[in-house]
Every structure is written in structure tokens, then in C-alpha cells.
């Protein structure tokens, strides 16, 4: 299985959507003329992570947002995961969504975030994206030259069984459009994609917003990349930045051959036993 570079884009966001596209559109561009071939951009990099900005900013899946990422991506010829936007329905529902498109602009994967981000935490933050947005109800694998990549979305990755049932589907990588914030961020961000790259042997690919200390929701940042030995091979700090990286799926296969956790998986064992 060929190896690939993917670059994930820590873009800065603002109140303007089109700013945040145009910006959007540069690092994108940016990325493909240094040799990518897959491009992400982060949770909701088309307004600010905040829940009276998700109705302002949400446009349908065939909306003028959409329609001008999938452009980019034939333009650029890159497979793009388009980081996510606040996608409505025809009945009023909203969904954190991640658009994936392959190089000739063709969309091939739509991930809804399945677990909505309502936390409170004490001395901490306090957030309930259910108070405006709706869950999805199911994973998502894109196909592409390079094999099979998973797509979920930030608060997604602290729900073990999605990235294993992506894993024994066959997924090598899973990307995450991610915003952690200055409470979860430091406590759990790298320590949550070491852990679920070990846990189903994958690279895990965490790209988030860059940080501004002035917004109503402070991004963690930190953009990451995990291999499939828990290792951080990859990593930004704060600023705005694209961050390319080599990725080689049979590296994936190769340590599931060493060490067989996925071949092993005993999903019908895992029950009490009966009393005799």
C-alpha cells in the first residue's frame, strides 16, 4: 500500500465566514503546492466554535460553502476532509459535519458527529453543543489510492468502540477535525490519540484550530499526529501553521502482524459469565 503526506491545516477563525473560507482556500492551496496529498481542516473552521454562531453559519449539504470546498479540492487536485461546518437540514436540525471530497471535487464521505460535546466541568468548562446541534448515527470510511481512512469529529474519539469497529473495517488512519479547549486540551488531547492509535494500531490525525486567547471558546490547538506504536511523530504548537507529514498504512499492517490486538479481538467473550 503506497504512502501518502497529509497536511492538516491549524487555521486561524473568525466571525466572518468568508474570511475564514479565503484563509481556508490560501492553506489549502499552500499544502498542495508542497506535495500533499491529502488535505484537513479543523472542527468548525468556518465560524466560531460557539453555539449562537452554528444557525447563523449553517448552510445545507448542497450550499454555496460546500459547493466551493468541493472546488477547491478538484482545483488543487488534493483528497480533502474539509475540517467541518454547521450543516442544516430541511427541518431545522443542525449537525456538526464533516465534508470529504476526492481530487476531482467528488464528494465521498459526509461524517455527522455522533457524540455531542455536553460537558461541565468543575473549575472548567462548560459546553452543550445538544443545546443546537443534532447527533449523527453512524461511522464513516472514505476510500481513496491509499486505502481506508476513517473520519470522525473531536468529541468522537473519546468513544473507544467507533475507532475500533472503524479499525477491523479496515481503516489504517482516522482523521479528526478537533477543538479541544484549554480545560480538556491539556489533560487528555495527546494522551487521548496515543491512546486510541495503540488501542487498534492506526495513525491518528488530530487537527484543530489555531489558538486565540481572545475568542469565546480558546482552542486548545496542538495539532497532532499519532503512529500506530503510540508515538507522537508529528506535532504544532499554537499559531496558525499546515502541518505535512509521510504516513505509511503498511506500517499500520506491520505492527497488527507484531503485536495481534485487532486479530485477537474476541468481541464475543466480552460478557459475564453465567452463575453456575
Known amino acids: 500500500m503506497k504512502k501518502f503526506r497529509i497536511a492538516l491545516i491549524q487555521s486561524s477563525v473568525t466571525d466572518s465566514k468568508q474570511k475564514n473560507l479565503e484563509n481556508a482556500e490560501k492553506l489549502v492551496r499552500q499544502a498542495a503546492d508542497s506535495g ?28 454555496p460553502s460546500v459547493e466551493r470546498l468541493s472546488e477547491l479540492a478538484r482545483q488543487t487536485g ?4 474539509a475540517g467541518t461546518v454547521p450543516e442544516i437540514e430541511n427541518d431545522g436540525r443542525i449537525f456538526n459535519t464533516s465534508f470529504s471530497f476526492d481530487s476531482s471535487g467528488r464528494l465521498i464521505g459526509r461524517h455527522r458527529k455522533v457524540h455531542l460535546f455536553d460537558i461541565d466541568i468543575k473549575n472548567g468548562v462548560s459546553f452543550r453543543e445538544s443545546d443546537t446541534l ?6 464513516t ?19 473507544a468502540e467507533l475507532f475500533r469497529f472503524m479499525a477491523l473495517e479496515g481503516a489504517h488512519t482516522v482523521v479528526v477535525p478537533a477543538a479541544f479547549n484549554m480545560t480538556t486540551g491539556p489533560a487528555h488531547w495527546e494522551l487521548t490519540f496515543r491512546m486510541r492509535a495503540v488501542d ?10 489555531a489558538r486565540s486567547e481572545s475568542a469565546g471558546y480558546v482552542s486548545w490547538a496542538n495539532t497532532m499526529i499519532s503512529d500506530p506504536w503510540g508515538r507522537v511523530a508529528a506535532k504544532l504548537d499554537t499559531e496558525e501553521a499546515v502541518l505535512i507529514h509521510e504516513i505509511d498504512p503498511g506500517y499500520a499492517f506491520e505492527i497488527r502482524e507484531q503485536l495481534p490486538i485487532l486479530s485477537g479481538y474476541r468481541k464475543e467473550g466480552y460478557r459475564l459469565q453465567s452463575q453456575p
Open 134 to 139: 443534532s447527533a449523527g448515527d453512524s461511522a
Open 36 to 63: 500533499a496529498d491529502i488535505a484537513v481542516l479543523p472542527e468548525m473552521f468556518i465560524c466560531p466554535y460557539d453555539n449562537s454562531c452554528f444557525p447563523e453559519f449553517a448552510e445545507p449539504a448542497d450550499g
Open 78 to 81: 488534493v483528497y480533502f476532509i
Open 141 to 159: 470510511i472514505i476510500e481513496t489510492p491509499w486505502g481506508k481512512i476513517g473520519v470522525a469529529i473531536c468529541f468522537d474519539i473519546r468513544f
Open 200 to 209: 487498534n494500531q492506526i495513525y491518528t490525525a488530530g487537527c484543530a484550530p
